[in-house]
Structure formats: C-alpha cells, structure tokens
C-alpha cells in the first residue's frame, strides 16, 4: 500500500510568487491534516478535511493560505502571495474515518524556502 | 488551548549512555504520540499511550506515561548511532466527531556521537 506523498520535496520561490503544494492521502483515508514546521519550532496544525469538506481550518495563517480537495482525493495547498515568514517544512497527513481516534500516516513533507 | 512542550530541544550523546526525553502538556487528552524523523523523510510513528501507566517499549527506546503529571518521557538506552533524529511528542485532540488533531512539541534533534 503506497504511504501519503507530497509533491514537490523542496521548492525555492521568491517573495511574492505563487506556490502550490500537492498531497496524496493513502487510498480510502477520508481524512487528510495539514500541518507545518517553521525552523526550530513545533509542527503546528492549519487544517483537517474529512473527504472533500473543511472540518477545521482555524490554523490557517492568514488568507494568502488557500487548501482545497476536490473530489475527495488529493489535496492542494496554494500560497499567494509568498512571504518569507512561510518558509518551513509543510507536512501532510492521512487517516481512516471519523470517531475512533483513527492513526494518521504522514507524507515526508515539503520544504519550502522563500527568498 | 492545549501545549505541549517538549525538552531538551537539542541533545548530543556519546553512544552507550542512557537519556529521557520530557513532554508535558497542558491539559487532559487520552492518546499521546512518540514519532521519530529522519531527514527528508517522514514522521514515523513509535509509540501511542493510551492511558495512565501505559509503559512501551521497542529495542533501546522505553516511552511511560503519566496523565496525572501529564507528563511523557522517552527514555533511551544505551544509544546507539542509529538512533540520531529528531523525535517528537504529539498529543491528541478529539472533540467527539467533530475536530481532531495533533498537537505537537517542539521537537528533540538527538545527536549520538560515537
């Protein structure tokens, strides 16, 4: 069974410029978390999806963060504009359904470095 | 709001000796997390605590679990090279259906040194 991915492993943009994040849940995994590590701190949550629905978005940092997940499946998270504040590792996460405090598998993350 | 705070954030060892990492968090949850990561991979799950006592063990790594003290320890034993990471707590949140996640520290970048 393939694990959760994440595309691309790294990406340099400048400030300013538009990146887009892709996550690929494991198959049959209703929910899908994303999360982020800013240099030396904590992975702190921005939003959870259950199928294609926002179920918490309240870590998003502001509204430059866009996260979607049409159909259910992958997921992408845009920044627009990007701002050297964002830079950090942004993890993805997957697991089964709701109400049994089900494990979530995680990508191996994003690293992005805005300059 | 839940914390979690994890410590030391960095620690070097010289192979063979023992070591404990702390996590404490700030309020009641019944499930806490142990993962480690390497670089350019992914967290990898180590341990999940689930109630008061609950003691794990796999090879040189030994997490416990205190809900009263809300407190969690890694314990390390006899460190190995291959043990160098970054290890960290999580803990979970659930609201019954409604939101959950995972709450984590910071995060302990462990350096075994031969």
């Known amino acids: 069974e393939a694990g959760v991915t994440q595309f691309p492993s790294h990406s340099v943009i400048e400030k300013g410029q538009t990146v887009t994040l892709r996550c690929d849940p494991i198959?049959?995994?209703?929910?899908l978390y994303w999360y982020r590590r800013v240099m030396g701190k904590e992975i702190k949550f921005l939003l959870h999806?259950?199928?294609?629905?926002?179920?918490?978005e309240s870590g998003m940092p502001n509204n430059r963060f866009l996260a979607e997940r049409t159909g259910g499946t992958y997921s992408t998270l845009k920044v627009q504009p990007a701002e050297l504040e964002d830079s950090g590792v942004y993890f993805c996460?997957?697991?089964?359904?709701?109400?049994?405090?089900?494990?979530?598998?995680f990508g191996q993350g994003t690293r992005l470095t805005v300059v | 709001e839940l914390k979690v705070e994890q410590n030391p954030l960095f620690l070097s060892m010289q192979e063979g000796k023992n070591y404990t990492i702390y996590c404490n968090y700030s309020?009641?949850?019944?499930?806490l997390y142990w993962y480690r990561q390497d670089p350019g991979k992914s967290l990898e799950s180590l341990f999940v605590?689930?109630?008061?006592?609950a003691v794990k063990q796999e090879g040189r790594l030994m997490a416990s679990l205190d809900t009263k003290a809300r407190l969690s320890t890694l314990h390390i034993t006899a460190a190995v090279h291959d043990l160098s990471a970054t290890y960290f707590c999580a803990v979970f949140t659930f609201y019954g259906g409604a939101t959950n996640k995972l709450i984590f520290g910071t995060g302990t970048l462990l350096a075994v040194q031969p």
């Open positions: 605590l689930l109630s008061n006592g």
């Open positions: 309020t009641t949850s019944d499930r």
């Open positions: 999806f259950v199928k294609e629905s926002k179920q918490d």
């Open positions: 198959s049959g995994h209703d929910n």
């Open positions: 996460a997957s697991s089964r359904g709701q109400g049994r405090r089900p494990e979530a598998f």
